[in-house]
């Protein structure tokens, strides 16, 4: 029986990269006196890497104006980082990065429904804290039973020790659990600590391979498009009731 759901969030709780966490590190970069810039669609390639500090020492590997040292890279990556995160946390506040749709209706059903909750995310803590206090105001964190963020992690996703580290603080067997993701990495990191995992299709992994998940579909707001197809209800997303019949079926599909 399903128990809790583990949400992430770049994507899946809501479509924070290509115009957020991407324009923040174009504004860093800009304020810092670089000459960087990250288009649409270079800034999706770089997201192979998972967490941003990492990102950006990737990226400057490639650069050829990149600090020589790798302390000095890494002193750079660090501070761009922070830049970026408090760019991304002003963009978050003025409105400009919102919930996608259907993903609150889920959040309060499943509240009320007695299902526990959880947060397993790559991104800094206070990217996140930005973005649930905006949507559920400053006691968002009392809606989930567990946060674990990119800070209490040694091994970011496609790595399952978010994961595992969830279950953990739950108290939870992996398969009473699912993971909401929207990207190969997330999903992957989920199967891996043998969590159950839907996919909600975002952005920038609309095309990425996904591998034995318990439904595959292009965003919780809608019911067309999904595998395995849920049955006919009055909602127009996905409702809380898919989730437990998905879980429960547990008919893995791939893509
Ligand atoms: C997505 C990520 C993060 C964000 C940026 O995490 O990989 O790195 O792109 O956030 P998830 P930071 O899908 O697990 O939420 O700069 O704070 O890393
Ligand atoms: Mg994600």
Not at 47 to 70: H, I, N, Q, S, Y
Not at 95 to 108: K, M, Q, S, Y
Not at 222 to 245: K, Q, S
Request: net charge negative; hydrophobic share 45%; with cysteine.
């Amino acid at each position: 029986m399903l128990s809790a759901l583990l949400w992430d969030v770049d994507g899946t709780l809501a479509e924070t990269e290509r115009d957020g966490h991407r324009v923040a590190f174009n504004t860093a970069f800009s304020e810092s006196g670089l000459s960087w810039h990250w288009d649409v669609a270079r800034y999706g390639r770089l997201l192979r890497v998972t967490g941003g500090k990492e990102r950006l020492l990737a990226a400057m590997a490639d650069a050829t104006d990149a600090p020589v040292l790798p302390a000095e890279r890494e002193a750079l990556a660090r501070e761009l980082h922070q830049l970026k995160n408090r760019c991304y946390a002003r963009y978050v506040e003025d409105g400009a990065i919102r919930l996608r749709p259907g993903v609150a209706a889920l959040i309060e059903g499943a509240a009320e429904r007695g299902l526990r909750q959880a947060i397993v995310t790559t991104t800094s803590r206070s990217n996140l804290q930005a973005l649930l206090a905006n949507e559920f105001g400053p006691h968002w964190a009392e809606r989930f039973d567990a946060v674990v963020c990119g800070e209490d992690v040694l091994a970011k996703k496609p790595d399952p020790e978010g994961h595992r580290l969830t279950l953990a603080k739950l108290r939870l067997p992996a398969l009473k659990t699912l993971a909401i993701e929207d990207s190969w990495a997330g999903a992957a990191a989920a199967r891996a600590a043998d969590v159950p995992v839907l996919v909600t299709r975002s952005f920038y992994f609309d095309n990425d391979p996904i591998d034995a998940a318990v439904a595959i579909g292009p965003g919780l707001h809608t019911r067309d498009g999904w595998r395995p197809a849920p049955p006919p209800r009055h909602t127009v997303g996905i409702a809380l009731d898919d989730l437990i019949d998905w879980h429960q079926r547990m008919e893995l599909v791939s893509a």
